[in-house]
């Protein structure tokens, strides 16, 4: 019997997509792409229409002759990769090699690997798509340029072995950027009065002044506050009773999920699509063998196939109710329309609710699995309905308000709950013109806040929003800006690091129209149009090189070198007088004695939440008193930007400062015999134990939210 030859890129893809084909097909994965650009060369040819030297990957050579060889015994030759520019370009230049031995090839693509999807595709076979793949190189190309000339001037100027790219380094340009605002920012102010108030039934209504509308002060707080309690008078003057509705959100798109993912499941953007890929790839059904359990992980259209929309109808109606049925199915549109109908990330069959996957699916997998199945159902079903209510009352001529809300009809909140929904309760009966009693003002303190630092959701959202990156990138683009250590994350918030801060500040000054949001958001829709024909490959790459290259020349003189030439710190050295440096050595930042070499003075640096450079003494050989060693006086436990240190406590007048070491002293007190506790280092991180020892012998899980202070422990 004649059989076809059917090319995926990965192994599990292939088994999922062989049981549905059967015999006929022999189902092979190229692992990856087959081919990429030489490593030891740009692999661009800037002077001739930009054409890339593309070749098979070395360790890809044996595979290819292998496939070739398939290909030939081959009655038909499908390639079906993924449904998007990489998928396209791993197709691409199968079909090169193949085209060698005289083989033609059929393209398909398809959006979820299901029996019927997968045999639709054969069914439907397209030729290779230029466009697409053109996209593809241009953005291979752009980023090989940006990053093979840009990179090595960082290593000359910073460091050795730093990256720079076009996404990665705008996305850390956008959080130096946030640091800086939170360091220049100055809390203002600001007051709230809140009245308690009685019924005559002494049922309870908290109401808030809303004029006057701004309270700066505690004097102006209390004379509010007076004015309330002085009035003979306090009077409903108006009740307004609203319905509003709340509507579900659209499915899944790659964005959406990673940020769901990240703040309500805690999964890195890198983690959850892994995740993403391996329900996507197909998850053994126990006997049933291998199915593709949600569509293609990477999209930006929340668009819903009519198949998959009649059968999440059909289940809302029987399943759920069907009083949460909506008359016409909601419908959610793309942003664009990109020339690939994309889909939105959905079961591939929503009757397999996640209580019927529990036996196959792990933890991690089940948790993603349900966050998609949930929103999907939900994103068909009706908007809840509140009701809610606003109560105005006058307390002569203060103005205050108390609010109500009552769920009427819960809606897609029945399957996929986003935000407190506690009911607010007013007082039933409530009536225009009824008097009320004070039972007491509350004045309250605020002050202003900064604006916050991001987290992977708020900052996939800003880079979704301002345009820049695409679902194949956010995941790669946070993972790089880490590991490099541009960035730290502390406690779910991204901090930019000393060699961050210094990496973004060289390149936005000096790259400022191509490390720049508007461009870079540009340049991406340029491949979008690429991608539909719009615009070719070589007229997109000479706007690209022709700007590029004025600016990385003028860079080449213009970047300061931080190795040569290091900064002034605003410290001066304790042994000499001198202006301490920011130098950057093999291990890190530190301070060098700008006397070097006649005085070798160096400190370790931390910085505080304005920015300010704090230097962190070293630990003196028989220091473990938590005596200041400059003063005496106590030394305590501060939060620095970068993790806890030690602070001496005579604060101002003295500024020692070291290092958390073990056997410090916390302020936990022992709950068998009120000795402090001290900080241990055990075989699994740190733990707390009583200083008291041997006499006491307690200890207490580390809780206390330090690092662990033996170095590469956390
Ligand atoms: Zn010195
Ligand atoms: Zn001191
Ligand atoms: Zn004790
Ligand atoms: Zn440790």
Redesign the pocket.
Known sequence: MARSLMLVESPTKARTIKRYLGKRFDVEATMGHIKDLPKTTIGVDLENGFKLNYRVKPDKRDLVKRLKKLANSADEVYLASDPDREGEAIAWHVAEELSKTGKKVRRITFHEITKNAIEEAVNNPRGLDSALYNAQMARRAIDRIVGYTMSPLLWKRVKRGLSAGRVQSVALSMICAREEEIEAFIPREFWTVEALLETQNHEEIIAKVVKPKDIATEIEAEDVARQIESTPKIVISGIVKRKKKRNPSPPFITSTLQQEASRRLMFSAKKTMVIAQQLYEGIQLGSMGPEGLITYMRTDSPVISTNAMTAVREFIQSSIGKEYLPDKPNVYKAKKTAQEAHEAIRPTDVHRTPDTLKDYLDNDQLRLYELIWKRFVASQMKSAVFEQTTVDIDASGVKLRATGSVLLFDGYMKVYNSRDTKDKLLPKGLSKGQLLKLVETRPEQHFTQPPARYTEATLIKELEEKGIGRPSTYAPTISTIQERGYVKKDKGVFLPTELGRDVSRLLVKNYPNIINVGFTARMEDTLDEIEEGKKTYVESMEAFYSRYIKEHSKAEKEMENLKTEPRPSGIKCDLCGREMLIKIGRNGYFLGCSGYPECRNTKDFTRDEKGNIVVIEPPKPDGDSLI??????P?VVKHGKYGPFLA????P????TRPIKTQDTTDKLCDKCGSPMVVKHGKYGPFLACSNYPECKNIMPYTIGLSCPVPGCN
């Open positions: 200041c060693d400059k003063c005496g006086a030394m001496c406590s005579n604060y007048e003295c500024k020692n």
